[in-house]
């Protein structure tokens, strides 16, 4: 198993940036990626960016690219979100998520809210 735990969420100003991190403990040398989601109420989960852990390349999702940079340190057990250029539409309960390569589902952290508001 894996446990994930994300922070630095908060309140911003649109055209403004945050940095949120993910700290994983328990199997991290079975990660293979590890990715961010979103979700505003009333809707599904919406893929945000994605991490893989061995070659390093990421992809995102196009209403996020060129703002938004997924980074990690697979031996700290670390993974961050730089949002950059933030707009009220950015605003959303933002989840880490990790796969392993022995588990057929991901592991989710608990939430962080992001709010970009005037």
């Known amino acids: 198993q894996v446990q994930l735990v994300e922070s630095g969420g908060g309140l911003v100003q649109p055209g403004g940036s945050l940095r949120l991190s993910c700290a994983a403990s328990g199997r991290t040398n079975r990660i293979y990626t590890m990715a961010w989601f979103r979700q505003t109420p009333g809707n599904e989960r919406e893929f945000v960016a994605r991490?893989?852990?061995?070659?390093?390349?990421?992809n995102y999702a196009d209403s996020v690219k060129g703002r938004f940079t997924i980074s990690g340190d697979n031996a700290k057990g670390i993974e961050c979100l730089q949002m950059n250029r933030l707009q009220p539409a950015d605003t959303a309960i933002y989840y880490c998520?990790?796969?392993?390569?022995?588990?057929?589902?991901?592991?989710w952290g608990q939430g962080t809210q992001v709010t970009v508001s005037a």
């Open positions: 998520t990790a796969s392993l390569y022995d588990d057929t589902s991901p592991y």
């Open positions: 991490r893989w852990t061995s070659s390093g390349t990421t």
